[in-house]
């Protein structure tokens, strides 16, 4: 009972005070991150997520997703505790972290029309424009199809984005999504930045980020 007044005292504590995306965590950092992944209440959990999600709603870009290291392991930690397992701690997020050092991820979800010709997700590139208007192109992309309907929720969009993605054989492809990834070090940690996504010289769509607003 004790430890369950202290989370719901701590979880309004820790999201009213975002004031920067936290490029490398320190171990009080990954525990916080821990603790709000295992929390058992729903509405908190989607209240810590609630700003990292931009809606876009121009087909076939649905929203863009901000995956800072912070909420990685709130992900990976809601991932493990959904399927019963708490045993995640802090070797573990350590151990995640530098896998992929002051990385921050962004995902584009796509949904397509039922009837759509598509053979693989569309070609569309990710870039980050600052206040300048300087592009910053990502390090890394992955375009994962999906052929099921989308599955919503952080931890099962944690190991495949975008939902269970299923042998496409003749189904058809109804979704995707895009993994942007990109070198953490020389963003600015509470700096606003444009989210661009581009087709050849067509630009579909253009979100706002406010890395202040994270964490």
Not at 44 to 60: E, G, L, M, S
Not at 73 to 85: I, N, P, W
Not at 151 to 167: F, K, N, T, Y
């Amino acid at each position: 009972m004790g430890r369950n007044l202290a989370w719901v005292l701590w979880i309004p504590y820790v999201t009213a005070t975002l004031s920067a995306v936290q490029m490398t965590l320190d171990a009080r950092a990954v525990s916080e991150a821990i603790a709000i992944g295992q929390s058992r209440v729903d509405a908190d959990r989607a209240r810590f997520h609630a700003p990292y999600r931009i809606p876009v709603n121009k087909p076939p870009i649905d929203f863009v997703e901000v995956v800072t290291p912070f909420r990685r392991v709130v992900m990976h930690t809601e991932s493990r505790a959904r399927v019963g397992d708490r045993s995640f701690g802090q070797r573990q997020a350590l151990e995640m972290l530098n896998a992929t050092p002051a990385e921050l991820d962004i995902w584009v979800e796509l949904t397509f029309h039922p009837l759509n010709t598509y053979v693989g997700v569309p070609p569309f590139e990710v870039l980050l424009a600052d206040r300048s208007g300087v592009r910053i192109p990502p390090r890394a992309f992955e375009r994962l199809p999906r052929y099921g309907a989308r599955v919503d929720g952080e931890p099962s969009r944690l190991a495949v984005p975008g939902g269970i993605a299923l042998p496409g054989g003749s189904q058809p492809m109804l979704g995707g999504t895009i993994i942007a990834q990109f070198d953490g070090g020389p963003i600015n940690a509470t700096g606003v930045y444009d989210v661009l996504i581009v087709e050849g010289k067509a630009e579909p769509a253009r979100v706002r980020v406010d890395l202040g607003r994270l964490r």
